[in-house]
């Protein structure tokens, strides 16, 4: 069995910063790839960013700049920090991984989401 648990939501005013943590457990042999993506109200899922286990990273473009995408090996564990945050940032945010486990198939694994909402 392979969790991931999100925490670092919440609410927050325009321009201000979050940072959001996911952390991966259970059987993992090795953590592929780390990344964010975010469901805003009413609109499908969307990729924010994301990062190979040899640190290369990928930004939504309407992201750069603000957001930053980082891992730790070591811990299996990835962050999101997030600056200058706007009101259209405002989604319910999902970490997702891709695991290899102990049983050598890798998978696709999301966390619970967690919301995140820039108002004043």
């Known amino acids: 069995q392979v969790q991931l648990v999100e925490s670092g939501g919440g609410l927050v005013q325009p321009g201000g910063s979050l940072r959001l943590s996911c952390a991966a457990s259970g059987s993992i042999l090795s953590v592929i790839a780390m990344g964010w993506y975010r469901q805003p109200p009413g609109k499908q899922r969307e990729l924010v960013a994301t990062i190979t286990s040899g640190g290369n990273t990928n930004y939504a473009d309407s992201v750069k700049g603000r957001f930053t995408i980082s891992r730790d090996n070591a811990k299996n564990t990835g962050s999101l920090q997030m600056n200058s945050l706007k009101p259209e940032d405002t989604a319910v945010y999902y970490c997702?991984?891709?695991?290899?486990?102990?049983?050598?198939?890798?998978?696709?694994?999301w966390g619970q989401g967690t919301q995140v909402t820039v108002s004043s």
């Open positions: 997702n991984a891709r695991i290899r486990a102990w049983d050598m198939i890798t998978r696709n694994y």
